[in-house]
T-cell receptor, first 115, second 113 residues
């Protein structure tokens, strides 16, 4: 089962920041938080990931709370093309092998960016 | 351009006719994996491979085979497809480990009649 909780849907006005929350209260100390998105039926697209510190790249920013029990993905200036399902995933630690490579996808948040 | 390439994008076949979906990556990744995506069930891992000649079952391996003879290729084989294998399939790859993002292909939509 997914170790994260996300709202099923959110709306955002075009040009505004989209802030997508995620709860992961059972996260372990060496588990990373990953964010992916999926536009229609395309392959999931990697956005960003982090362990403890906040992270930023050309696509988004990731804010992780100090206790690591929740995080927020920020798309600074949402466009219509950012409409997608966004998945917050805690990468499961385990024996070296498949459990480290696997991503367990939950239901995600359907973000609708509106003109 | 770094990418994971799957072929074909769309495939319609009949029950019992063996098929192979190819997956290739050009990023020198050790880890490769196959997922299937079904409505209401999300993405589920079928098989994965840690490196050449090393493969293992994921969560839903029944009815599938894989091979990893070369680092860049990881084909998915359905020896005797059945209608319940109608799904959207994704191949993915990474360097492996918790700190290495998984990169996905664009998907293969398979219909078995």
């Amino acid at each position: 089962d997914a170790k994260t909780t996300q709202p099923p849907s959110m709306d955002c006005a075009e040009g505004r920041a989209a802030n997508l929350p995620c709860n992961h209260s059972t996260i372990s100390g060496n588990e990373y938080v990953y964010w992916y998105r999926q536009i229609h039926s395309q392959g999931p697209q990697y956005i960003i990931h982090g362990l403890k510190n906040n992270e930023t790249n050309e696509m988004a920013s990731l804010i992780i709370t100090e206790d690591r029990k929740s995080s927020t993905l920020i798309l600074p200036h949402a466009t219509l093309r950012d409409t997608a399902v966004y998945y917050c995933i805690v990468r499961v630690a385990g024996d070296y092998g498949g459990s480290q490579g696997n991503l367990i996808f939950g239901k995600g948040t359907k973000l609708s960016v509106k003109p | 351009e770094a990418q994971v390439t799957q072929n074909p994008r769309y495939l319609i076949t009949v029950t019992g006719k063996k098929l192979t979906v190819t997956c290739s990556q050009n990023m020198n990744h050790e880890y490769m994996s196959w997922y299937r995506q079904d409505p209401g069930l999300g993405l589920r891992q079928i098989y994965y491979s840690m490196n050449v000649e090393v493969t293992d079952k994921g969560d839903v391996p029944e009815g599938y085979k894989v091979s990893r003879k070369e680092k860049r290729n990881f084909p998915l084989i359905l020896e005797s497809p059945s209608p319940n294998q109608t799904s959207l399939y994704f191949c993915a790859s990474s360097f492996g480990g918790l700190n290495s993002p998984l990169h996905f292909g664009n998907g293969t939509r398979l219909t078995v009649t």
